[in-house]
């Protein structure tokens, strides 16, 4: 990395208190443990910290990379030359309700909120449980279980290229399957969600309830980025069952290993690389294809 830009990205975490971590180790960093280092990892303290490092790069002509929990992103094996940041300080992850209201961080994560929501007796996010990504990332993707982030989402604070913020109203914005229309340099820093009064006792049952039956269908207890390809739109199969019934349960490159309990999912058995991972994630690309005439659309993100 340029040394002028390293000694100006630590001027600015030492003016906010913001942490800015060259050659970061990444497996650690996230859900699935691959992946190798990062020319910086910048954890801004507050959004004007974040907003003067936009501008930064902007002017340099480059722009950060937002990284929740890396649930769904694929680090690559070596190193990275990007400046990745992460909303993770608590100025990031405020939860507050009001009503039947809740305004939180896009750092916070989903199964906080959900949590937060349940205790005050609101119905409507625990269809999302399970999901183990920040509040920021699951509506830029409109993450979904049993119901989808943006059948809840009001409105959101929206920062662009240059630090500018504003928020904006649901009506404004457009989300399909595992998609909005928020453009990639467009940050998410808050969201406010419109809920339901519910019955403490009855909400707390069903979360565990819904938790349980995920667990049953889902490898959660194992390193994973979750759903690798989306369902294919127009065919009544979802992935999971056209990757069983192409045979390419268990399937395996070095340790990375389709799941035997859900066949969406590639899990990391220890000691993986992204070059096993997707290596795999193309030959069950193939192996479905050649079956069915099906070419699957990933879900997650390779950096």
């Known amino acids: 990395m340029d040394k002028k830009i390293k000694e100006e990205l630590k001027k600015l975490s030492a003016k906010y208190g913001g942490t800015a971590l060259f050659g970061a180790s990444l497996p650690s960093r996230s859900t699935v443990g691959i992946g190798g280092s990062a020319d910086v990892w910048y954890e801004p303290f507050c959004p004007e910290e974040f907003r003067d490092l936009k501008r930064f790069l902007t002017d340099l002509g480059k722009r950060a990379v937002l990284i929740g929990n890396a649930s769904n992103i694929l680090f690559p094996d070596g190193r990275l030359k990007a400046i990745l940041v992460n909303l993770s300080s608590d100025v990031f992850k405020e939860i507050n309700i009001d009503g039947a209201t809740i305004t939180t961080g896009a750092g916070a994560s989903l199964g906080s909120v959900i949590s937060a929501s349940v205790n005050a007796g609101l119905s409507g996010l ?6 183990p990504g920040t509040v920021g990332g699951a509506i830029k993707m409109n993450a979904g279980y049993k119901s989808s982030v943006s ?7 929206v920062m662009d290229s240059t630090g500018s913020m504003e928020w904006r109203d649901k009506k404004d914005m457009v ?15 808050q969201a406010v969600f419109s809920l339901k009064n519910g019955d403490k006792k009855k909400l707390r049952e069903r979360l565990k309830r819904d938790f349980k039956e995920k667990m049953t269908k889902q490898p959660l207890d194992k390193r994973s980025l979750g759903s690798i390809f989306k369902n294919p739109p127009g065919i009544s199969r979802k992935s999971a069952e056209l990757i069983d019934m192409a045979g390419l349960k268990g399937a395996r490159e070095g340790a990375a290993v389709v799941s035997e309990k859900h066949a969406n999912f590639i899990i990391n058995e220890g000691g993986a690389y992204a070059e096993d991972y997707m290596r795999l994630v193309e030959k069950v690309r193939q192996g479905v294809f050649e079956k ?4 699957m659309e990933m879900e997650i993100k390779v950096l």
Not at 151 to 157: I, K, T
């Open 175 to 189: 989300f399909g399957y595992r998609w909005s229309s928020l453009d990639d340099d467009e940050v998410i820093l």
């Open 151 to 157: 059948d809840l989402v009001e409105r959101v604070l």
């Open 292 to 295: 069915f005439g099906i070419l």
């Open 126 to 131: 625990e269809g999302l449980v399970g999901i």
